[in-house]
């Protein structure tokens, strides 16, 4: 899925083209019960990830993500520019020593959270050099909104975001019908128990399964990738999950 593909959708739409990429095992695990994933997939795959980011404009995590694996969020592992790093923490639990807050990165690093977080803790975050965005919450509950973030972001000039996890964010863009084109590199690991990258969807019938237009697969290391253009017309008749 070449780059200049996602420009032309970008025209069409009012909020960035998100792509969601993950590793998972072969048994579609994407960590162990105890919460380990480093690594699931192969170096060939990890220098693939970078790649990926150095393509988007941004990069997306949620709070979970940092506050358990600490990423940097950069491009490391082949050259390139570093994407806007961007953390979903809707209660502002960001630690103020977290590597995205470190060695000059705050200063590209957005903070996404809900009106109601406290303002004390903003203040805190924003005098370490990263921005904070109070947007919304998510009807009924106390998350940030999915589409006031993307109509945000769309604001203020990101076109392209690539968003890496965890399991609850990647469900949440899912849930928002949110996503248009997944990637995953498949390990050849089994590991049984552990945690899943996709959650409830509400889907209850096969009818109702998420579908691309267009897709390829092709082996990298000794993983296999899975890169897929969702179809526009899956939110056709699905009812949303209910909470």
Do not use: C
Not at 99 to 105: C, E, F, Q
Not at 121 to 145: F, H, I, N, Q, T
Request: net charge positive; glycine share 6%.
């Amino acid at each position: 899925m070449k780059r200049d593909n996602e420009a032309a959708m970008l025209s069409t739409s009012n909020r960035p083209f998100v792509t969601v990429k993950f590793a998972q095992t072969l048994d579609g695990r994407i960590a162990t019960s105890t919460g380990d994933s480093k690594w699931i997939s192969s170096p060939a795959s990890l220098r693939f990830a970078h790649k990926l980011r150095r393509e988007h404009d941004a990069i997306l995590v949620g709070i979970e993500t940092v506050l358990t694996d600490d990423p940097q969020l950069n491009v490391r592992l082949v050259k390139g520019r570093n994407p806007l790093r961007i953390i979903v923490d809707s209660r502002l639990r960001m630690p103020l020593q977290a590597r995205v807050l470190a060695d000059g990165a705050a200063s590209h690093t957005l903070i996404a959270t809900t009106e109601r977080a406290a303002r004390k803790r903003m203040r805190e975050l924003e005098a370490a050099g990263a921005k904070v965005l109070a947007l919304p919450k998510e009807a009924g509950r106390s998350r940030v909104s999915i589409p006031a973030l993307l109509a945000e972001l769309h604001q203020r000039g990101v076109r392209s975001l690539l968003v890496e996890g965890g399991a609850g964010i990647i469900t949440s863009f899912f849930r928002e019908r949110a996503v248009d084109r997944l990637v995953v590199a498949i390990a050849p690991k089994i590991i049984g128990k552990g945690t899943e990258a996709i959650n409830d969807l509400g889907i209850t019938k096969l009818s109702y399964a998420i579908t691309f237009s267009n897709f390829k697969t092709r082996r990298l290391g000794a993983d296999i990738i899975f890169d897929g253009l969702i179809a526009d017309d899956n939110d056709k008749d699905m009812p949303l999950l209910q909470d």
